[in-house]
């Protein structure tokens, strides 16, 4: 059972040896022939250094997300954005879907009170999705 867990392993650690993105190599391969003029064997031995790297899962790289205020900021301004959007249209989606069902409890003459809460829940999907367009306006194309 451990012999077979050791094989698979190693399949693993071979498929991802495989799986590499070849965009990445090819784009270290090119640096590496225009940048700095080194002998072929070395830049094949870093290369297959890198791959071995992959297989024994020693590869690490440090990734800082949101280290800055303003990559903050523009990322809460999407996340709020999207929320504000998502919300007009689902509310908007809900008051078109009460408008047109007939019946209902009587509210005021001839509307119902779905019809109200329709047309309510229109009135509020509107005035969300006027938020997110006015505040796109507002910040401008960049």
Known sequence: MILAAEDFGDLINFTVLLALPGVLVLAWLVGRLLGVR???????????????????????????????????????????????????????LIGAILVGISGGPPFAGDTSLYEFFGYFSLFCSVVLIMRVIVSVLHDGVN
Do not use: C, I, Y
């Not at 280290?67 to 903050?72: A, F, G, K, N, T």
């Open 38 to 92: 080194r002998s072929w064997t070395a830049m094949f031995n870093d290369l297959l250094q890198l791959f071995f790297t992959f297989g024994r899962g020693n590869f690490r790289a440090r990734v800082s997300l949101f280290s800055d205020p303003h990559d903050e900021h523009v990322v809460t301004k999407l996340v709020n954005r999207t929320v504000l959007a998502l919300a007009g249209g689902v509310v908007g």
